[in-house]
Nanobody
């Protein structure tokens, strides 16, 4: 069992920045993939960014050049630095973990970008 707890969401004006954090605990696999997904109202959940335990990174095209994902394996933490935020980035952001056959989600944190 893995528990994921997100923090750092909030309300920000367009062009502003936020940093999301996700703390993972429990049975963390040595080889794993952690990342962030988001879901806006009436839209499907979509990948934002993900990073493997070895440091391989993938970004959604919509956030490339604006968002940066990072992780601290010693602390089992993953971060998402979001710069130049746009109103269309408004969504609930979910931390995601995959290790072996196991997949876990955090409870989500709201990010609202005002125009």
């Amino acid at each position: 069992q893995v528990q994921l707890v997100e923090s750092g969401g909030g309300l920000v004006q367009a062009g502003g920045s936020l940093r999301l954090s996700c703390a993972a605990s429990g049975g963390i696999a040595r080889v794993n993939l952690m990342g962030w997904y988001r879901q806006a109202p009436e839209k499907e959940r979509e990948l934002v960014a993900r990073i493997s335990s070895s440091g391989n990174i993938e970004y959604a095209d919509s956030v490339k050049g604006r968002f940066t994902i990072s992780r601290d394996n010693a602390k089992n933490m993953v971060y998402l630095q979001m710069n130049s935020l746009k109103p269309e980035d408004t969504a609930v952001y979910y931390c995601h973990y995959r290790g072996g056959w196991s997949v876990y989600w955090g409870q989500g944190t709201q990010v609202t970008v005002s125009s």
